[in-house]
């Protein structure tokens, strides 16, 4: 069983620099702005949770 709530680490797409993000895997597939630590920028962080249970969040650019 996964964890419901993950820490998930990647890269900023605009300024590159590593970043953490706090997931709430138990909300299912989802997709919100949430702005970088490092450059403020809006980040779109898609979240996927497939029917299998496989946890993936991956971020673009939302402007
Ligand atoms: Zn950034």
Redesign the pocket.
């Known amino acids: 069983m996964s964890e419901l709530v993950s820490e998930e680490y990647c890269h ?6 590593a ?1 953490s993000i706090v997931v709430d895997f138990s909300a299912g597939s989802q997709t919100y702005i949430e702005d ?6 809006p ?1 779109g962080v898609v979240v996927d949770v497939d029917t299998d249970g496989y946890q993936s969040v991956r971020v673009e650019r939302a402007s």
């Open positions: 900023c797409p605009f300024c590159a620099e970043i970088c630590q490092v450059c403020c920028q980040m």
